[in-house]
């Protein structure tokens, strides 16, 4: 059971990162990444009941209000604000997109069946949708124009880093991951401000023209 | 074959009197496909014929005609269509042709049966050969009937050149297998172990180009769209229905079968070839508006369904699982026999609609149910059968590809096996485009407003017309309906084959279609038929309450007609524009207005697609070849006494190699 | 005649029968849910009972320039839904025709249907017929191959492409999950989506005529027409969403034809059911109608996630 639901979860949200692959408007993307961090929640916890691991719960606990409410609540505030609604033309059409992610994420999960089976024999499954989230989300810092995604990439990456984490180790200790989270935390609202600025200065917020600040 | 080539001399003959020669030339025509189909159903029930027509003494060569189960089957496709077509012609071709070309065309149409027939049955390379380039000139000959019309010589002209460049390719690689094996009967030369190493893989893909180009397939394809168009009617079923089949029937006898054990990457390609054909080939019918051009876009998708079975086949026996590569070849044999028919009938329907209007164009066309009713059903029916659709007999042999494919899949290793689901889902797309284009094509033409006076007062074909094309269409159904029966003669086909063997536990029942173990998958179309025929009794029980009100269409207050009408320009825009990375379109949007540019008088809009292959493949290539021809220019100066110095040289060298042989 | 086949034959025509019963009932509880979370009272449940039965009571009217086939599209889309129904596992882990045909069938049967409506909205001239058309036909050209990734996904895991067979051999496996199914079933969902019509693809409840897919398509009809289309989409609906609950949640279904067990069976397929009502209900509810041109993304993501199902789950 416990395994379902491990695999179900991960799934999801390799799912979720494929969707912020596959459309463009903001509101959308974040509410997947609200998502996608819930399914986090639900991974860790699953894996504190089954491992009997209390600090993990506070971990879930943690995932699910900041990463599940508050950031894609602050983060949609800052969309409002600004008005901008959806992804310009990125770099690269959808469907290119996707192709390039989906062989990212056979290579993700090729490299994931190397890893050593965990106790539960679904480990490589964590892992491998962990590494595929990793690429996916890098690739979208590469290929997306606007601030707002790329700081969702950058969250994204950030989940599939915890969610690896999760798969090999049942969690790091608890001192690292609330730091991680605070440190998450202040990083989204450090960008909110700087999507700000970017949009007070140029009108946009196009990152691919900040090239235009050099001398 | 002597009844073939009786009527052809009839025909000449004739000359004078056209309605006796067609009579003559397509009676005799009819009689001779009629004894190909005796021959090949004995051959099929009974064993391989062989024998010899004819022997050169001073060389001592034979030139010998042996008809194997493979043959047999080719020879079955060909003369079940070729007695319809037949029929047809000898109603189209009083109103297409003019009397004085009749003679002419009556005499190309039965050397060119009679050729495909001799290449179908040829025993040795020699014979193989000169049926083959006979097939090919009497086909460029009946291509080029209206040779008045410049794109017509245009046409025949191209399929003449990539018809030769491709028979280079087999001579090429025929003379090396020859020369290898000491012998030019085929049972020598395609014994499969006459050459080893990279020779293999480099005859391969000659004799791939050579026969690639006789089945249309992409990039081998330009001349098709060409020439189907171009020829009569009749002659376009012909040559869609049975010459692209010679190509398919060299794939097989020589690629796939005669060259040994088949490599994986030779499956693996010719998957890739035909996956290529059946999605661009769809593509680039959807664009089409001209009926025939559509079809013969439509015969290089068709083209490739066929390699797709052949290659999963192909790629299975490679790798040793002989049941699966029999899955395969059957699929792409069934397939070969039901693109036959369907085309056959589609080319045949579009010929009725060209006669009786005048015009190829779709967009010129409309309303025609009500003048031609039957010519709509069938052309209904045609179309159902080209989508795949159940139950008729375009599903049962796209089901059996996909479970070539699927089967593969699930029995093959390593990584080789993902190119398996990718070409089911590309089949799967070709087949629903299939659908979007024939719902354009026959939605476009045949119903709602006509759309041009040619339209308005068209009426139907005469009865000898439609009874071939009512024979094709009753075949595709049947054959719909009984596919084992179909796949049991297949099978005798398959026990022929080297490196297949027939699935241990499939069912060999007339109605049923189960590849390999009975609970992967099977189907009885029959019985979805039945239960269709049940809804559709159901259906209209439902609805019987009350009779209909018959009224205009209401057009929002305006008046609805021909002008406001859905084309089929507009009916495929939405996936030019999706498919734009491929297709490439270009439009050119003119508005003539006088007063004011949002109240047009006139609004002329020209679209087209870039021939992507035409341009980038060809164009560099000819290019190429007409510079090399210019430097050469260089050699062939013109003066007698350099061509005299190079026989000098060349008669010196050769002794001189010759001497230092010794 | 043997004595299955007789069985076989009565099972159909119950199946068949019950789901055209229930079928305006999911499209009822979809609007309801719908109108509830835009606080609205909403149509009552049953509306749709009552369309039909009204629609089926009232005069056809027809337009003259339309032929035969035109008076055939909705007979054939009726007939085709039905007899689809036949093919797929309900309420036993046994399609009632499963003889006939798996997966190919199915999916072939329902393109026969969309091939003849098409065929027929191009038959009154009226613009909007053959735009409806048009879209339609494109739609289901990207959809297909998206479809029948996630349904070959699940056919090869369970070893076999009948669907009877199929869902006996997932049951035989037991309740695990390999994460390629979470990846199909999304795919399959998006693909649900846009066959049966619904936001982000197409609006049923619009009737502005630019924005329209299926319901352009079909405008022309009226009367005892338009309700069998408007029953065989329903029905359509429903087969679909039955086919996710058994590919993806097969518990449940009878293994055997007594009564008791058909009985349990009803009522968890109807929450499976429910549950799929409430995820359609809330994709439609909080998502805009995409662009005609942004579909292919969509549909694009759903083909990549089918691909993706096969290869994470075979490599």
Same mark, same amino acid.
């Given at each position: 059971?416990?395994?379902?639901?491990?695999?179900?979860?991960?799934?999801?949200?390799?799912?979720?990162?494929?969707?912020?692959?596959?459309?463009?408007?903001?509101?959308?993307?974040?509410?997947?990444?609200?998502?996608?961090?819930?399914?986090?929640?639900?991974?860790?916890?699953?894996?504190?009941?089954?491992?009997?691991?209390?600090?993990?719960?506070?971990?879930?606990?943690?995932?699910?209000?900041?990463?599940?409410?508050?950031?894609?609540?602050?983060?949609?505030?800052?969309?409002?604000?600004?008005?901008?609604?959806?992804?310009?033309?990125?770099?690269?059409?959808?469907?290119?997109?996707?192709?390039?992610?989906?062989?990212?994420?056979?290579?993700?999960?090729?490299?994931?069946?190397?890893?050593?089976?965990?106790?539960?024999?679904?480990?490589?499954?964590?892992?491998?949708?962990?590494?595929?989230?990793?690429?996916?989300?890098?690739?979208?810092?590469?290929?997306?124009?606007?601030?707002?995604?790329?700081?969702?990439?950058?969250?994204?990456?950030?989940?599939?880093?915890?969610?690896?984490?999760?798969?090999?180790?049942?969690?790091?200790?608890?001192?690292?991951?609330?730091?991680?989270?605070?440190?998450?935390?202040?990083?989204?609202?450090?960008?909110?401000?700087?999507?700000?600025?970017?949009?007070?200065?140029?009108?946009?917020?196009?990152?691919?023209?900040?090239?235009?600040?050099?001398? | 074959?002597?009844?073939?080539?009786?009527?052809?001399?009839?025909?000449?003959?004739?000359?004078?009197?056209?309605?006796?020669?067609?009579?003559?030339?397509?009676?005799?025509?009819?009689?001779?496909?009629?004894?190909?189909?005796?021959?090949?159903?004995?051959?099929?029930?009974?064993?391989?014929?062989?024998?010899?027509?004819?022997?050169?003494?001073?060389?001592?060569?034979?030139?010998?005609?042996?008809?194997?189960?493979?043959?047999?089957?080719?020879?079955?496709?060909?003369?079940?269509?070729?007695?319809?077509?037949?029929?047809?012609?000898?109603?189209?071709?009083?109103?297409?042709?003019?009397?004085?070309?009749?003679?002419?065309?009556? @005499?190309?149409?039965?050397?060119?049966?009679?050729?495909?027939?001799?290449?179908?049955?040829?025993?040795?390379?020699?014979?193989?050969?000169?049926?083959?380039?006979?097939?090919?000139?009497?086909?460029?000959?009946?291509?080029?009937?209206?040779?008045?019309?410049?794109?017509?010589?245009?046409?025949?002209?191209?399929?003449?050149?990539?018809?030769?460049?491709?028979?280079?390719?087999?001579?090429?690689?025929?003379?090396?297998?020859?020369? /290898?094996?000491?012998?030019?009967?085929?049972?020598?030369?395609?014994?499969?172990?006459?050459?080893?190493?990279?020779?293999?893989?480099?005859?391969?893909?000659?004799?791939?180009?050579?026969?690639?180009?006789?089945?249309?397939? !992409?990039?081998?394809?330009?001349?098709?769209?060409?020439?189907?168009?171009?020829?009569?009617?009749?002659?376009?079923?012909?040559?869609?229905?049975?010459?692209?089949?010679?190509?398919?029937?060299?794939?097989?006898?020589?690629?796939?079968?005669?060259?040994?054990?088949?490599?994986?990457?030779?499956?693996?390609?010719?998957?890739?070839?035909?996956?290529?054909?059946? !999605?661009?080939?769809?593509?680039?019918?959807?664009?089409?508006?001209?009926?025939?051009?559509?079809?013969?876009?439509?015969?290089?998708?068709?083209?490739?369904?066929?390699?797709?079975?052949?290659?999963?086949?192909?790629?299975?026996?490679?790798?040793?699982?002989?049941?699966?590569?029999?899955?395969?070849?059957?699929?792409?044999?069934?397939?070969?026999?039901?693109?036959?028919?369907?085309?056959?009938?589609?080319?045949?329907?579009?010929?009725?609609?060209?006669?009786?209007?005048?015009?190829?164009?779709?967009?010129?066309?409309?309303?025609?149910?009500?003048?031609?009713?039957? &010519?709509?059903?069938?052309?209904?029916?045609?179309?159902?059968?080209?989508?795949?659709?159940?139950?008729?007999?375009?599903?049962?042999?796209?089901?059996? &590809?996909?479970?070539?494919?699927?089967?593969?899949?699930?029995?093959?290793?390593?990584?080789?096996?993902?190119?398996?689901?990718?070409?089911?889902?590309?089949?799967?797309?070709?087949?629903?485009?299939?659908?979007?284009?024939?719902?354009?094509?026959?939605?476009?033409?045949?119903? /709602?407003?006509?759309?041009?006076?040619?339209?308005?007062?068209?009426?139907?074909?005469?009865?000898?017309?439609?009874?071939?094309?009512?024979?094709?269409?009753?075949?595709?159904?049947?054959?719909?309906?009984?596919?084992?029966?179909?796949?049991?003669? !297949?099978?005798?086909?398959?026990?022929?084959?080297?490196?297949?063997?027939?699935?241990?536990?499939?069912?060999?029942?007339?109605?049923?279609?189960?590849?390999?173990?009975?609970?992967?998958?099977?189907?009885?179309?029959? @019985?979805?038929?039945?239960?269709?025929?049940?809804?559709?009794?159901?259906?209209?029980?439902?609805?019987?309450?009350?009779?209909?009100?018959?009224?205009?269409?209401?057009?929002?207050?305006?008046?609805?007609?021909?002008?406001?009408?859905?084309?089929?320009?507009?009916?495929?825009?939405?996936?030019?524009?999706?498919?734009?990375?491929?297709?490439?379109?270009?439009?050119?949007?003119?508005?003539?207005?006088?007063?004011?540019?949002?109240?047009?008088?006139?609004?002329?809009?020209?679209?087209?697609?870039?021939?992507?292959?035409?341009?980038?493949?060809?164009?560099?290539?000819?290019?190429?070849?007409?510079?090399?021809?210019?430097?050469?220019?260089?050699?062939?100066?013109?003066?007698?006494?350099?061509?005299?110095?190079?026989?000098?040289?060349?008669?010196?060298?050769?002794? !001189?190699?010759?001497?230092?042989?010794? | 005649? +043997?004595?299955? *086949?007789?069985?076989?034959?009565?099972?159909?025509?119950?199946?068949?029968?019950?789901?055209?019963?229930?079928?305006?009932?999911?499209?009822?509880?979809?609007?309801?849910?719908? *109108?509830?979370?835009?606080?609205?009272?909403?149509?009552?449940?049953?509306?749709?009972?009552?369309?039909?039965?009204?629609?089926?009571?009232?005069?056809?009217?027809?337009?003259?320039?339309?032929?035969?086939?035109?008076?055939?599209?909705?007979?054939?889309?009726?007939? +085709?839904?039905?007899?689809?129904? +036949?093919?797929?596992?309900?309420?036993?882990?046994?399609?009632?025709?499963?003889?006939?045909?798996?997966?190919?069938?199915?999916?072939?049967?329902? *393109?026969?249907?969309?091939?003849?409506?098409? +065929?027929?909205?191009?038959?009154?001239?009226?613009?909007?017929?053959?735009?409806?058309?048009?879209?339609?036909?494109?739609?289901?050209?990207?959809?297909?191959?998206?479809?029948?990734?996630?349904?070959?996904?699940?056919?090869?895991?369970?070893?076999?492409?009948?669907?009877?067979?199929?869902?006996?051999?997932?049951?035989?496996?037991?309740?695990?999950?390999?994460?390629?199914?979470?990846?199909?079933?999304?795919?399959?969902?998006?693909?649900?989506?846009?066959?049966?019509?619904?936001?982000?693809?197409?609006?049923?409840?619009?009737?502005?005529?630019?924005?329209?897919?299926?319901?352009?398509?079909?405008?022309?009809?009226?009367?005892?027409?338009?309700?069998?289309?408007?029953?065989?989409?329903?029905?359509?609906?429903?087969?679909?969403?039955?086919?996710?609950?058994?590919?993806?949640?097969?518990?449940?279904?009878?293994?055997?034809?007594?009564?008791?067990?058909?009985?349990?069976?009803?009522?968890?397929?109807?929450?499976?059911?429910?549950?799929?009502?409430?995820?359609?209900?809330?994709?439609?509810?909080?998502?805009?109608?995409?662009?005609?041109?942004?579909?292919?993304?969509?549909?694009?993501?759903?083909?990549?996630?089918?691909?993706?199902?096969?290869?994470?789950?075979?490599?």
């Amino acid at each position: 059971m416990s395994n379902n639901l491990l695999v179900l979860s991960a799934a999801g949200m390799l799912v979720t990162a494929f969707l912020m692959v596959g459309q463009k408007a903001l509101f959308t993307a974040i509410r997947l990444y609200g998502a996608q961090s819930w399914l986090l929640g639900v991974v860790a916890v699953t894996i504190a009941l089954a491992d009997d691991r209390p600090p993990l719960f506070v971990t879930a606990a943690l995932t699910a209000g900041l990463k599940g409410l508050l950031i894609p609540w602050f983060l949609m505030r800052v969309v409002d604000r600004i008005g901008i609604r959806r992804e310009i033309e990125p770099f690269l059409n959808v469907p290119a997109s996707l192709l390039i992610c989906l062989a990212l994420t056979v290579v993700g999960y090729r490299v994931s069946t190397g890893f050593p089976e965990g106790a539960r024999g679904v480990a490589h499954h964590v892992i491998g949708v962990g590494l595929s989230m990793l690429l996916i989300g890098l690739f979208l810092m590469v290929t997306r124009k606007k601030a707002v995604t790329q700081i969702l990439a950058l969250l994204t990456v950030e989940n599939a880093v915890f969610l690896i984490a999760l798969g090999i180790t049942s969690g790091m200790p608890l001192v690292v991951e609330l730091g991680i989270s605070f440190d998450v935390l202040l990083a989204v609202l450090v960008l909110g401000i700087l999507v700000h600025r970017i949009v007070d200065r140029f009108e946009s917020m196009d990152v691919s023209r900040l090239s235009q600040l050099k001398g | 074959m002597a009844v073939y080539l009786t009527a052809a001399a009839a025909s000449l003959v004739l000359a004078r009197r056209p309605r006796l020669c067609r009579v003559a030339a397509f009676g005799g025509a009819i009689l001779g496909s009629a004894l190909v189909v005796a021959l090949a159903v004995s051959v099929l029930a009974g064993g391989p014929v062989s024998g010899r027509l004819g022997a050169h003494a001073a060389s001592g060569m034979t030139f010998g005609y042996a008809v194997t189960p493979l043959a047999a089957w080719f020879l079955l496709v060909l003369g079940l269509v070729a007695v319809p077509v037949a029929l047809y012609s000898i109603g189209y071709l009083a109103h297409a042709v003019p009397g004085a070309k009749t003679a002419m065309v009556g @005499a190309s149409f039965n050397v060119l049966l009679a050729a495909v027939a001799l290449v179908f049955a040829a025993a040795d390379v020699v014979t193989f050969l000169f049926a083959w380039e006979v097939m090919t000139l009497s086909t460029a000959a009946l291509v080029a009937t209206e040779h008045e019309i410049r794109s017509t010589r245009r046409a025949a002209y191209m399929y003449l050149v990539m018809s030769h460049v491709g028979t280079g390719a087999l001579l090429a690689g025929f003379l090396v297998l020859a020369s /290898a094996s000491g012998s030019l009967s085929f049972e020598a030369v395609l014994a499969g172990n006459v050459v080893s190493g990279w020779w293999r893989d480099a005859l391969f893909v000659l004799f791939f180009l050579g026969f690639g180009v006789k089945a249309g397939v !992409i990039p081998l394809h330009v001349w098709l769209p060409e020439a189907h168009p171009a020829a009569p009617s009749s002659i376009s079923a012909l040559m869609s229905a049975v010459l692209i089949k010679a190509g398919i029937y060299g794939l097989f006898r020589v690629c796939a079968f005669g060259l040994g054990v088949p490599d994986v990457n030779w499956g693996l390609a010719v998957m890739a070839v035909g996956a290529l054909s059946a !999605i661009l080939g769809v593509l680039y019918a959807l664009a089409q508006s001209d009926v025939k051009r559509l079809l013969a876009y439509s015969t290089i998708e068709n083209a490739g369904i066929i390699l797709l079975g052949l290659g999963a086949g192909m790629t299975a026996s490679a790798l040793g699982h002989r049941e699966l590569a029999a899955i395969g070849i059957a699929a792409s044999l069934f397939h070969v026999l039901n693109h036959a028919l369907f085309k056959g009938l589609l080319f045949l329907s579009a010929g009725s609609v060209v006669m009786a209007t005048g015009t190829r164009h779709i967009e010129e066309l409309g309303g025609l149910i009500r003048g031609m009713p039957w &010519t709509a059903l069938f052309f209904l029916v045609g179309a159902l059968a080209v989508s795949g659709l159940p139950p008729l007999n375009g599903f049962a042999s796209e089901w059996l &590809t996909f479970q070539a494919l699927l089967m593969g899949f699930a029995s093959l290793p390593g990584v080789t096996r993902m190119s398996f689901p990718l070409a089911g889902a590309l089949l799967a797309m070709t087949s629903a485009l299939v659908a979007a284009c024939f719902v354009k094509a026959f939605g476009t033409a045949f119903l /709602a407003f006509p759309r041009g006076r040619a339209a308005t007062d068209a009426h139907e074909s005469p009865a000898v017309m439609l009874v071939p094309q009512g024979l094709l269409a009753a075949l595709c159904i049947g054959v719909g309906l009984f596919p084992g029966a179909v796949l049991r003669t !297949i099978g005798t086909v398959m026990v022929s084959l080297p490196g297949l063997r027939l699935p241990r536990d499939a069912p060999q029942a007339t109605f049923t279609m189960a590849p390999g173990p009975a609970g992967f998958d099977h189907v009885v179309p029959l @019985a979805l038929g039945l239960t269709l025929m049940a809804g559709l009794l159901g259906a209209a029980l439902l609805a019987a309450a009350r009779a209909a009100r018959r009224v205009p269409t209401w057009g929002c207050g305006g008046e609805l007609g021909a002008a406001t009408e859905y084309t089929g320009t507009a009916f495929s825009k939405p996936l030019m524009m999706i498919f734009k990375t491929v297709l490439r379109p270009t439009r050119e949007v003119e508005a003539l207005a006088d007063v004011s540019p949002y109240f047009p008088r006139e609004v002329r809009y020209r679209t087209a697609i870039e021939p992507v292959f035409e341009r980038y493949l060809y164009g560099p290539l000819t290019s190429g070849v007409l510079g090399a021809a210019n430097r050469l220019k260089v050699v062939q100066a013109g003066s007698l006494h350099a061509y005299l110095a190079y026989v000098l040289v060349l008669g010196v060298g050769l002794l !001189i190699w010759l001497g230092g042989k010794r | 005649m +043997t004595e299955g *086949a007789l069985a076989a034959i009565g099972l159909a025509v119950l199946q068949a029968a019950g789901m055209l019963a229930l079928a305006p009932l999911l499209r009822g509880l979809i609007k309801k849910m719908k *109108a509830a979370l835009q606080t609205r009272q909403g149509p009552p449940l049953l509306q749709v009972y009552y369309d039909l039965a009204k629609w089926l009571r009232k005069e056809p009217v027809r337009s003259d320039t339309a032929s035969w086939l035109y008076v055939a599209g909705p007979r054939m889309y009726f007939a +085709t839904s039905v007899a689809a129904t +036949t093919l797929v596992p309900v309420w036993m882990a046994a399609a009632p025709l499963e003889a006939a045909g798996g997966v190919l069938a199915l999916v072939g049967i329902l *393109a026969l249907g969309r091939f003849f409506l098409a +065929t027929a909205a191009l038959d009154t001239g009226s613009p909007f017929g053959g735009m409806g058309a048009s879209r339609e036909m494109t739609i289901a050209a990207l959809a297909e191959p998206a479809l029948m990734l996630g349904l070959f996904t699940a056919a090869l895991s369970a070893g076999s492409l009948n669907l009877g067979a199929l869902v006996r051999g997932l049951l035989d496996r037991g309740a695990t999950f390999h994460p390629s199914d979470i990846l199909a079933l999304a795919g399959l969902f998006i693909v649900v989506i846009a066959e049966t019509g619904r936001v982000p693809v197409d609006n049923p409840a619009t009737h502005l005529e630019l924005t329209m897919i299926h319901e352009a398509m079909v405008l022309e009809y009226s009367g005892p027409d338009l309700a069998l289309v408007e029953w065989a989409s329903a029905v359509k609906e429903l087969l679909y969403l039955t086919l996710l609950a058994d590919l993806f949640a097969p518990i449940g279904l009878a293994t055997s034809a007594s009564p008791e067990l058909i009985l349990l069976a009803v009522p968890i397929w109807a929450s499976k059911i429910f549950l799929l009502a409430v995820a359609v209900t809330l994709v439609e509810s909080t998502n805009a109608k995409l662009r005609l041109f942004r579909v292919p993304d969509l549909m694009a993501v759903s083909l990549g996630l089918g691909f993706l199902a096969l290869a994470i789950r075979f490599l």
